[in-house]
C-alpha cells in the first residue's frame, strides 16, 4: 500500500516536484541545470506564451498610438484623440460635404445644354451668345471706345471707374482661382471664347462677378428707362444661368460670383476718380 508521502508530495527546500512516467517522484535541485524535454518544463512554456502573447500585443504600433485592446490592459487607455475626430467628424465637416454633393449634383442637372446631344442642346448657340456678352474682352473694348469718344467731363468720368472696375474684377477673380483652384465640372467642354490659363479653374464664375458688377455700376451711373433697368437685371440673370445651363460652372461658383461682383461695386465706389484726380497722378508720375 503506498504511503501518503507518495500520494501527496510535498516540495523539499523549495524544488519543483516532478514526475515520471514509472509512477515515482523526483525532487530536482535548485542548481541542477532544467531539462529543456522535461514535463514541467513544457507546462512552463505553455504557461510563458500567453505572457509573452500579451507582451507582444502590448508593444504593438496600436498599442503605442494609445488604442486598447479589446480584452483590456493595465493602463485601460481608451481610443486617442486622432482616432476619435477620424471616427467622429465635426458637424461643420459633414454639412460641408453634403452642401458640396448637393451642389454637384444641381449643377450635372442643370447642365443641359453642356453639348449638342444634351437635351436642350439646341439652346445652346443662344446661351454662347450670352456667354459672349458676359465676357472681359467686349467689355473692357467697348469701355475704351466710350472712354476715348466721350466729350463730356461726367461721361469721361463714369467710364474711367467703369475701366477701373473691370480691370479690378479680372485681377480679383484671377487671384481667387489661382488659391482655390477648383476643376471645372466634368461635363463641360472647353470651347471658351478666348479662354486664359487661369480659365481652367472653376470657382468663382468671373462671367457672374462681371455680370453683377457692372449691372449695379449701369443702375446707379446711368439714368435709364424703368424697361431698361428691368432689362439690365434680366441680362445679369441670364449670364449667370448660362453658366451653369453650359456646364461651365457650378451652382456655387456663380452665386458667390455674384456675392463677389455685388461686392466689388462698393469697393470701386470707395476708389472712385475723378479726371483731375487721375490728371494729378499722371503729372506725379511724369
Known amino acids: ?11 523539499s ?7 515520471s512516467s514509472n509512477g515515482r517522484y523526483e525532487f530536482m535541485s535548485l542548481t541542477k541545470p532544467l531539462n529543456r524535454s522535461s514535463p514541467s518544463h513544457l507546462l512552463q512554456r505553455q504557461g510563458s506564451e500567453p505572457a509573452t502573447a500579451r507582451l507582444r500585443a502590448s508593444e504593438s504600433p ?3 498610438r494609445g488604442s486598447s485592446s479589446s480584452t483590456g490592459s493595465a493602463s485601460g487607455q481608451g481610443l486617442s484623440e486622432e482616432d476619435g475626430i477620424r471616427l467622429n467628424p ?9 452642401l458640396l454633393a448637393i451642389d454637384l449634383w444641381m449643377s450635372k442637372r442643370l447642365g443641359v445644354c453642356a453639348c449638342e446631344d444634351s437635351s436642350w442642346g439646341s439652346v445652346r448657340p443662344l446661351m454662347k451668345l450670352i456667354e459672349i456678352s458676359g465676357h472681359g474682352i467686349p467689355w473692357l473694348a467697348g469701355t475704351a471706345y466710350c472712354l476715348y469718344k466721350s466729350d463730356s467731363a461726367a461721361g469721361q468720368e463714369v467710364m474711367l471707374n467703369l475701366l477701373m472696375g473691370l480691370l479690378l474684377d479680372l485681377v480679383l477673380v484671377a487671384i481667387v482661382k489661382a488659391v482655390v483652384r477648383r476643376r471645372r465640372p466634368a461635363h463641360n467642354r ?6 486664359f490659363s487661369v480659365d481652367r479653374y472653376s470657382f468663382p464664375s468671373g462671367h457672374a462677378t462681371r455680370a453683377a458688377m457692372c449691372g449695379r455700376f449701369l443702375l446707379a451711373h446711368l439714368v435709364l428707362a424703368a424697361p431698361l433697368r428691368v432689362l439690365v437685371l434680366l441680362w445679369a ?4 444661368l448660362s453658366r451653369v445651363m453650359l456646364g461651365r460652372h457650378n451652382v456655387t461658383d456663380v452665386m458667390f460670383g455674384f456675392w463677389m461682383g455685388y461686392c466689388q461695386y462698393n469697393l470701386v465706389e470707395m476708389l472712385w476718380l475723378s479726371p483731375q484726380t487721375l490728371q ?5 508720375l511724369a
Open 90 to 98: 465635426s458637424f461643420i465637416r459633414v454639412a460641408l460635404s453634403s
Open 237 to 240: 440673370s441670364l449670364v449667370g
Open 13 to 19: 527546500g523549495g524544488s519543483p516536484v516532478l514526475g
Open 62 to 64: 496600436t498599442r503605442r
Open 280 to 284: 494729378g497722378l499722371l503729372g506725379q
Open 190 to 195: 472647353m470651347d471658351m471664347f478666348a479662354t
Open 1 to 11: 500500500m503506498p504511503s501518503p508521502k507518495a500520494k501527496n508530495p510535498v516540495r
